[in-house]
Nanobody
Framework: QVQAVQSGGGLVQAGGSLRLSCAAS????????MGWYRQAPGKQRELVAT???????NYADSVKGRFTISRDNAKNTVYLQMNSLKPEDTAVYYC??????????????WGQGTLVTVSS
């Protein structure tokens, strides 16, 4: 069984910073892409950023230049550094990982979600 556990998040004023972490654990052979998604109240879940196993990154236009995704392959962990936060960044943030398990099954693993609230 493979799971992803998130940490970080909370309440911050506009212009502030937060860092999210997400650690995958369990029977893991390898992890492909990892990413962060978010879902604001009344809206659909949207992509925030992704990172491949080789470190190539992709960002939503709305967060480019403010958010940075990174990963530590040795720790099976992905991070999201969020700077210059805006009230419109308020959402529940979810991490995602494409995992090959120890039995070489491919799994899409999601974290439990973390609320980020940005006050104006």
């Amino acid at each position: 069984q493979v799971q992803a556990v998130q940490s970080g998040g909370g309440l911050v004023q506009a212009g502030g910073s937060l860092r999210l972490s997400c650690a995958a654990s369990g029977s893991i052979y390898s992890i492909n892409a990892m990413g962060w998604y978010r879902q604001a109240p009344g809206k659909q879940r949207e992509l925030v950023a992704t990172i491949t196993s080789g470190g190539a990154t992709n960002y939503a236009d709305s967060v480019k230049g403010r958010f940075t995704i990174s990963r530590d392959n040795a720790k099976n962990t992905v991070y999201l550094q969020m700077n210059s936060l805006k009230p419109e960044d308020t959402a529940v943030y979810y991490c995602n990982a494409g995992v090959y398990s120890g039995s070489l099954r491919y799994l899409e693993v999601w974290g439990q979600g973390t609320l980020v609230t940005v006050s104006s």
